[in-house]
């Protein structure tokens, strides 16, 4: 990896800074010139499809990995590549891959966690004790982990990431296979250690209802970065642009009625209800028609449509920079 040029302290707010990383696997480029910034005690969402570069670029982020170039650097002057063992300290990282002994009880793993942190026994048992009570597992502390549903599993996965109270999590996709209410419970905890104790989130999420409860956001895409921002501010590149029009008729005829239109980039069903997006400047046209299946009206774009707009995007530009 050639050296990177010095780079001036983090701007205030500013936890940790992605700068132009990228990683190889052979000829195979998994991450490609990524540059974002974590701010200090928010919640950083960070999205993209499976195999776009999400888990790759968090586990150079947390040391795990050598950038092949770029670099991380952390508030206070740390260097994630070449401060490996002191970043790690500052951290906590709950992968998607359980990392629990499923032949140790609960109560096991987490005391096998909090030795490899450095915990001394009588602060270990007050974390192990607040957390199981904050997830609600404390009558499973005796349980063998294999027996454990995967939700339940989750939670105490996160509980071992958290038992050095680290200044920034890392969280890859905590609540795959979790039900409605864990989710609600990982988030409510998400919320709290960001809002009341200061602490740094980073989220990589498949559900994009999580995504918008992000303070700020990116997104990835075959390795490289194609947008950022608030969620609300994300949603300003199609707001105006996205119509729907209730249905009365047949929904999968009205749709296919007008998919090909010209005026429009993306035709899509919403229950009963037909969604487009107009494409730019042809926002009266396609209003005039949609005005053949009923009365359109401006719909709230979601992140959902914002990236798929973006991929859409991103697709049209390599495409053309291909001819």
């Known amino acids: 990896m050639k050296a990177s040029p010095p780079l001036p302290p983090l701007p205030e707010g500013v936890f940790l800074r992605a700068e132009r990383l990228v ?3 052979g000829d195979f480029v998994a991450v490609n010139g990524v540059s974002f910034d974590i701010p200090r005690g928010k919640v950083f969402g960070f999205l993209g499809p499976n195999g776009s570069g999400k888990s790759t670029t968090i586990r150079m982020l947390t040391g795990l990995l050598t950038p092949t170039d770029g670099r991380a650097v952390a508030f206070g002057g740390l260097e994630v590549t070449r401060d490996t063992e002191a970043w790690k300290k500052r951290l906590g990282y709950m992968s998607q891959k359980f990392s629990l002994y499923l032949d140790l009880t609960v109560e096991e793993n987490l005391r096998f966690f909090g030795t490899v942190y450095g915990l001394a026994n009588h602060r270990l048992a007050e974390r192990i004790g607040a957390l199981a009570d904050r997830l609600h597992f404390r009558r499973l502390l005796g349980t063998v982990t294999e027996s454990l549903s995967t939700g339940m599993r989750q939670r105490v996965a996160l509980a071992a990431s958290l038992l050095h109270e680290p200044e920034l999590l890392f969280l890859d996709e ?25 602490m740094t989130v980073l989220v990589t999420t498949h559900y994009m209802d999580e995504a918008e409860q992000c303070d700020s956001l990116a997104f ?11 969620p609300h501010e994300l949603k300003r590149r199609i707001a105006g642009r996205l119509l729907e029009v209730p249905l009365e008729g047949e929904p999968f005829a009205a749709l296919a009625k007008v998919r090909s239109a010209p005026e429009l980039e993306d035709a899509y069903l919403f229950g009963l209800r037909l969604r487009a997006l107009a494409r730019e400047g042809s926002v009266g046209a396609a209003s005039a028609l949609l005005g053949s299946l009923g009365t359109p009206e401006p719909a709230e774009p979601s992140l959902e449509d914002v990236f798929v707009d973006l991929a859409r995007d991103y697709a049209r530009t390599h495409e053309e920079k291909a001819a």
Not at 176 to 198: H, M, N, Q, S
Not at 220 to 230: D, K, R
């Open 220 to 230: 990835i895409l075959n390795g490289e970065l194609i947008a950022q921002g608030a």
């Open 23 to 25: 990683k190889k696997f």
């Open 174 to 198: 905590p609540t795959g296979g979790v039900d409605p209410k864990g989710r609600r419970l990982f988030w409510d905890l998400i919320y709290e250690l960001a809002a009341e104790r200061g």
